[in-house]
């Protein structure tokens, strides 16, 4: 079995990946009607984010592709008053991250990617102020493994 490598993802491909878990994320049916969807930021009001915290190309194949791995933070902002309210909120990443944990029925990834496995954490709150006004933001970390097939940049000198 080939030895596990630790070498870091580029720009470019961080890039690519960042630009299709927005995608995917928008498909996701658990994100409410009335939030916006965000890559690596938060937006004043309701508002869903996807962030990534590092990734590693952990293997690399005979045809140039490659096994890597990304930590990635899922985020839902809202303004919750009641405990019912804060309860739903928390459900809404706690749903985002059991779909995503299903890899079975995710939308496939483009440029010969495709999503392996998604371990996801128990969700927590953090409460931030957005422009004078509180809001309470719950999150989820979860790793993301996947398979580039093919040839491609993956230069860590990016």
Request: proline share 2%; with cysteine; net charge negative.
């Given at each position: 079995m080939p030895e596990e490598i630790k070498e870091r993802l580029s720009k470019t491909e961080y890039d690519k990946v960042g630009e299709m878990l927005l995608e995917l994320i928008a498909e996701c049916p658990y994100i409410p009607k009335d939030a916006k969807i965000k890559y690596n930021a938060l937006e004043v009001g309701k508002c869903v984010s996807i962030s990534t915290a590092g990734g590693n190309i952990k293997k690399r194949n005979v045809l140039g592709?490659?096994?890597?791995?990304?930590?990635?933070?899922?985020?839902?902002?809202?303004?919750?008053?009641?405990?019912?309210?804060?309860?739903?909120?928390?459900?809404?990443?706690?749903?985002?991250?059991?779909?995503?944990?299903?890899?079975?029925?995710?939308?496939?990834?483009?440029?010969?990617?495709?999503?392996?496995?998604?371990?996801?954490?128990?969700?927590?709150?953090?409460?931030?102020?957005?422009?004078?006004?509180?809001?309470?933001?719950?999150?989820?970390?979860?790793?993301?493994?996947?398979?580039?097939?093919?040839?491609?940049?993956?230069?860590?000198?990016?």
């Open positions: 592709g490659f096994t890597a791995e990304l930590v990635i933070r899922i985020m839902y902002q809202s303004f919750p008053k009641t405990n019912a309210q804060m309860i739903n909120a928390q459900a809404v990443v706690d749903d985002i991250a059991g779909w995503l944990e299903d890899i079975q029925n995710l939308p496939s990834m483009t440029g010969n990617r495709t999503i392996t496995k998604i371990t996801t954490s128990g969700s927590f709150s953090d409460v931030i102020e957005v422009e004078g006004d509180k809001s309470t933001v719950y999150a989820a970390d979860a790793v993301m493994e996947y398979e580039v097939v093919g040839n491609c940049e993956t230069s860590s000198k990016s």
